[in-house]
Structure formats: structure tokens, C-alpha cells
């Protein structure tokens, strides 16, 4: 078990993210110009629609790469509030249905708690439970399993998203987390990023285990409130 959030450090090169991010806009733009003038050529019905198809793709990557950069970008609005964090994850899960059933993996949600609440801002929140989810379906084999558990501890809540998939080795440990680390063909490697900045401002902390071939388990730990149930 290694903790992850001290993986911070590397966020303060600022230079090298915004070279990055750049870097990373640059591909799905020049991609997105490139199939725009292909269009503007007399092209069949069925080419035009699938240009089109790409081209809504590349927009929709730079989107979500700029729609992750903002959220690091804005601390200030950080928007606190005394949250029960079951029905959150519930949602989170309900919005992963499609993704899950199209990768054939189970995703089940163990918890005997009704109430866990925490101060903290529900939308952040929800990106943090998406992204390891996500990840966890990402990483998981046909017919493979996904475990989100969540368990009260003292004045804290674990939550353990614990996956089937093809495990983190020790040399990847080291990177992910970082910004633009990615082993996907489409990943950006934001979300661990985001997730880690996140986590830390509600003064939470991520340990990951990992076996290769066998799973690997994130646990997120947050303070709850006193009268979480
Ligand atoms: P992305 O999902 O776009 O690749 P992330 O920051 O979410 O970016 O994840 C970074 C990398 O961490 C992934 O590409 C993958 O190699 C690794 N990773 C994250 N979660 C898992 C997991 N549950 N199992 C195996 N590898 C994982
Ligand atoms: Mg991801």
C-alpha cells in the first residue's frame, strides 16, 4: 500500500503542465482542421458523416482536457457543504451503467450505511468517485468485477474501489497521477491528477494496492462529520 497524493510535488511545475496541456490540445485540433478541409472537398454522403463523427470526437477530447484543466484552475469556487456521500456514489454509478454494460464488467456498490456525511463540494466529489470508477472499468477484463465498499472508521469513511483488472506495476506506481501519464490509446492521463488535487483540498488521502493481473484497490479516506450515522 503506497500513498499517492504526495504525488502533488509534481504539480508545481507549472511551466511543463501548461507545455503539456498545449501539447495535448495541439493533436486533437490539428486533427479536427485537417478532417474540416478533407470536408470542404466534394465528399461522398457516407465519408462526410464520418469525418463529422471524428471531428465531433477530437472536440469532445479537447473539451474534457480543458474541462479538467479548469477545475484545477478554480479553487476559489470550491463550494463546501455538509453532504451524505452514499447517494453520491450511487448516482456516480448510475451515470457508468452504459459503460460498464459495454465492457461487460459488474459493477457493485456494498455499503450498510444510508448516511456518510462529509463537508465537501458534491461536484468534485462526484468527478473523484467517476474517475477511479472509471478507471476501474478501464482496467478490467470481460466478465472482470468492480467493488466500491465504503466503511466508517472513527471520525472518517474509507471508500474502497477495488477492481479485477490488470494491476498497476511498480514502475507505473511511480507515475500515475502525473499529468498526462497515461498506458490508454484514448486517455489523457488527467483524471488521477485532478482526483489527487481534489481529495487533498477536502484534506482526504488516496492508498492504492496493486497486484499485476490480479486487481487493484484504490481507497479514498475522508473526515466525516459527527453525526454521520
Ligand atoms: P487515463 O484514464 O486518461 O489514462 P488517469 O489519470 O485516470 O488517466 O489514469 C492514469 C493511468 O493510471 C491509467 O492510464 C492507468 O495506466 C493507470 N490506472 C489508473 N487506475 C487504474 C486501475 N484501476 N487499474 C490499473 N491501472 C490504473
Ligand atoms: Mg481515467
Known amino acids: 500500500t503506497e500513498e499517492v497524493l504526495r504525488r502533488q510535488d509534481k504539480l508545481s511545475a507549472v511551466g511543463q503542465l501548461a507545455a503539456g496541456v498545449a501539447h495535448e490540445i495541439r493533436n486533437p485540433l490539428t486533427s ?6 478533407f470536408l470542404q472537398l466534394d465528399e461522398e ?5 464520418e469525418l463529422l463523427a471524428i471531428i465531433t470526437e477530437e472536440i469532445e477530447r479537447v473539451n474534457d482536457i480543458v474541462e ?8 476559489k ?9 452514499v447517494p453520491m456514489i450511487q448516482h456516480v454509478m448510475q451515470l457508468l451503467d452504459y459503460t460498464a454494460r459495454k465492457a461487460k464488467v459488474q459493477v457493485k456498490f456494498d455499503c450498510s450505511l444510508d448516511e456518510v456525511k462529509v463537508n465537501c463540494d458534491e461536484g468534485r466529489l462526484k468527478q473523484v468517485f467517476l474517475n477511479f470508477i472509471k478507471n476501474a472499468i478501464e482496467a478490467t477484463p470481460k466478465g472482470g468485477e468492480v467493488n466500491v465498499k465504503c466503511q466508517l472508521e472513527a471520525d472518517q469513511v474509507h471508500i474502497f474501489i477495488q477492481d479485477t483488472g490488470v494491476g498497476i506495476s511498480k514502475e507505473q506506481l511511480d507515475k500515475i497521477g502525473e499529468p498526462f501519464y497515461t498506458t490508454k490509446e484514448s486517455g489523457n492521463g488527467l483524471g488521477l491528477m485532478v482526483s489527487f488535487q481534489i481529495i487533498q483540498s477536502h484534506n482526504g488521502k488516496v492508498l492504492v494496492e496493486s497486484e499485476q ?3 487493484t ?3 479514498v479516506t475522508l473526515p466525516t462529520l459527527s453525526n454521520s450515522a
Request: charged content about 30%; proline content about 3%.
Open 32 to 37: 479536427i482542421r485537417g478532417y474540416a478541409e
Open 45 to 49: 454522403e457516407d465519408e462526410r458523416s
Open 68 to 75: 479538467d484543466f479548469m477545475m484545477l484552475a478554480k479553487p
Open 77 to 85: 469556487e470550491v463550494q463546501l457543504g455538509t453532504k451524505n456521500i
Open 213 to 215: 493481473h490480479k486487481g
Open 217 to 219: 484497490t484504490f481507497q
